[in-house]
Each structure stands twice: as C-alpha cells, then as structure tokens.
C-alpha cells in the first residue's frame, strides 16, 4: 500500500508540474472581420458573414477564365460548362473519395472542376483533386499505405490531462509537409489564375465561426511564409478538436498581434459546396453548372450495440451526432443546388459495402474501400440524383 500511495504522489506531483499550452490572444469579437493573415485580403472568408468578398473572388475568377480562353482563341461566349466538385469529412473513409477520383479518371468522363471544396480528409484530397489525374498516384499512395504510426503518437496522462490534445499528431504534421511541399502550392496558383478554385474549409474555434481558405489566392500572394500557412490550414482542417492538436494562425490588425485557433471544418459541417445564402447566378454570366459531391461516409444507420459505459454512450452520441450532421449537409446541398438551377450528383459508401474495420486506419479496410470506390466509378455508377432520404428507391445514374 506504501508504494501504491507513493506512485499517487509522484503521479499527482508531474500532473501538477504540467502547464497548460500557451497562445497568442484571441482576435476581439467585434475585429474578425479585419483580421487578415500575411496581409493577403481574399485569402480567407467567413462562410456566415459578409458574401460580397466572395462574389467578387467569383466575378474576378470568371474574368481569369475568359482571359484564358480567349488567350488559347476559344470562345468565351457561351462560357463552357462549369463543375463544382465537395468533398467530404470522413478520417480514414477518404480512402473511398480517392478510389473514386481514379477509378472516374479511368472511366475517361472526369471533368476538369471550376471548383474545389474540401474539409477535414476532403481537405487532404482537394489539392489532387484539383490538379487534375496526374496526381491520382499521390492519392493512391496517401489512402492505401496510412497506418495509426503515420497519423498520431500516443501521450502520457499528463499530457492528456493538461494539454492541448489526446495524441500528437506530429506525424500527420510530417506527411502533410512531405507532400504540400512548393511545387504543390505553385501549380495551384497557376490554375488559379486559369480561373479556377481551391476552397478548404477550418472552424474558428474562438469566434466559433466556418472559414473558407481560398488557397490559389495564398499561392500567388508570393509571401514567403505562404507554404507554411498552406499546410497550416490543411492540419487545422484535419485537427479533431479534442483528439489532435488544434492550429494556431497568426493574424494582425493595426500592428497588433493575435492568434486564431482552428480546428476541423467538420466541427461545423461535414461539406459544403458554398454558402447557401449565395446565388451562383449572381457571379459572372449563365452558364451550365453541374455538382459533384463525395459523401466519405455511409447515409444509412450505422446498427451496433451500445454497452451501458459512460464512455461508450459518449462516443456513440458523437457518432451519432456527426452522421445526422452528415446526411442533413446533403439536404442542404441538395436543395440550394436545386434552387439555384446546378445539376447535383451524390457519391456516398453504400450498404453493400460491408467489410469492418479492426481499428482506426486499418490498411486493410482503407484498401478494401479504395478498390471499392474505384470499381463503382470506373462502371460509372456511382452517382445519385438526390440524397437517399428524399429519392430511397431512385436509381444510380451514370456519369
């Protein structure tokens, strides 16, 4: 008993030693809206806050198109078809969206996309979605070889008791640096000035409020920390807020310093395609536009028996929480695509796949589900017409 009460001393005494992360202050409520990082205006929006900003990156990215069409002597009216393209939240379930990104390259139908969207493990496949079927290998490589080691290390109970996070992801960290390296960023801001975006959505935690990053703006600011905040952004997008370390985002006003704390787009929604309250009509001229948006999720009740633990029912609330979250963003999508006239196209696991994970990031589940993606979108039936609670019995369509 002398040893045990000992061991709860020396414990006691090294939670106590512990100190809490430190951090720049929060941006004052009433300033958001004047904070910029690096300086760079359109570099970031509030997805709830003022959308004239965001109708202008628009109006200012058509006209980048057309200068480019006309550059190449094509026509610039009518303007081609344009493709919206929203990938989702889904940790190691991304391994379907990027399944389907090559198994739909191999179909010969894969659009080049006007836009981009992505959060959370969408915000790690956007970039190679956006830059087109010569980056379907990096996908590849990133969904089929990820193991826990590559994600997280584990932290000793003070750290969990009195830091920022369950575990470290530093390894996450090394991989999102490994591979959004320079090149990367600039081959983004060439498309950009193609007229084409890359939007990766974050949660201001403080302000509790969604950010749009628009990352081709990032690209060609030319600020010589721009590479840092890109792979910022994409660890913050990533960051489960309680699991992995949230991101800290310095940011300025009138000389003063700040810091925002970003964590997980998925904190506020699972997708978006842009924000509801914004009329793609009102942006540019009248064009044909089509949506295409990959659920990294099922859509049906995930059926399991819950054991009567606190940490159980706990965990089973949150799951639950998030997949409602889930399926009523593709009700949102669905009825603002709808009412702003944008063919919608829907992608989501389906029942029949059935295989179960032995644990998070399992190697082999995320390769059963890559092969699964890229079957269905190499057939061509992949893609659905509403989500599956307004159309239950409706069939795929072909892409």
């Known amino acids: ?32 809206q004047q904070a910029e990082p690096l300086g760079v205006a359109n570099v970031r929006f509030f997805a709830d806050g003022d959308l004239e900003p965001m109708i202008r990156e628009g109006k200012q990215a058509q006209a980048r198109e057309e200068a480019a069409l006309r550059a190449l002597g094509r026509p610039t009216t009518p303007l081609p078809p344009a493709h919206f393209l929203a990938i989702s939240g889904g940790g190691a379930n991304g391994a379907f969206g990027a399944g389907l990104l090559n198994g739909w390259t191999a179909s010969g139908q894969r659009p080049t996309f006007s836009v981009v969207t992505g959060i959370s493990t969408g915000a790690l496949i956007a970039p190679f979605a956006f830059l087109g079927p010569s980056y379907d290998p990096t996908l590849r490589e990133l969904y089929t070889s990820l193991t826990p080691e590559r994600i997280f290390r584990r932290r000793s109970l003070a750290a969990i008791f009195f830091g920022d996070a369950l575990v470290d992801a530093t390894p996450l960290a090394e991989m999102i640096d490994k591979y959004a390296d320079q090149a990367l960023l600039d081959a983004i801001g060439r498309e950009y000035e193609q007229g084409r975006l890359l939007l990766i959505g974050t949660t201001d935690l403080d302000a509790q409020r969604p950010v749009i990053w628009n990352i081709g703006a990032l690209a060609v600011s030319r600020h010589p920390r721009a590479l840092d905040l890109f792979r910022k952004i994409l660890r913050a997008s990533t960051a489960i807020p309680g699991a992995f370390q949230p ?7 009138d000389g003063v310093k700040f810091q925002e704390m970003h964590v997980d787009g998925g904190a506020m929604v699972q997708l978006f395609l842009y924000p509801p309250s914004l009329e793609v009509g009102r942006i540019g001229e009248e064009r044909t536009r089509s949506a295409y948006i990959i659920r990294n999720a099922r859509v049906d009740p995930d059926h399991a028996e819950t054991e009567p633990r606190t940490i159980s029912i706990a965990a089973r609330a949150i799951a639950t929480m998030l997949a409602a979250s889930g399926n009523n963003d593709l009700l949102r999508t669905y009825f603002v695509t709808r009412r702003d006239g944008v063919d919608y196209n829907l992608a989501f696991i389906g029942a029949d796949f059935v295989i179960s ?43």
């Open 1 to 32: 008993m002398r040893w045990l009460s000992f061991a709860c001393v020396l414990l006691v005494a090294s939670l106590a030693g512990c100190a809490v992360p430190e951090r720049g202050p929060a941006v004052p409520v009433d300033r958001a």
């Open 247 to 253: 991101v800290l985002i310095d940011v300025e006003i």
């Open 357 to 399: 994970r032995l644990s998070e990031f399992d190697q082999a589940y995320m390769q059963a589900l890559y092969d699964y993606g890229y079957q269905r979108a190499a057939a061509g039936v992949v893609w659905h017409k509403a989500p599956p609670a307004l159309a239950p019995q409706r069939r795929r369509t072909q892409l």
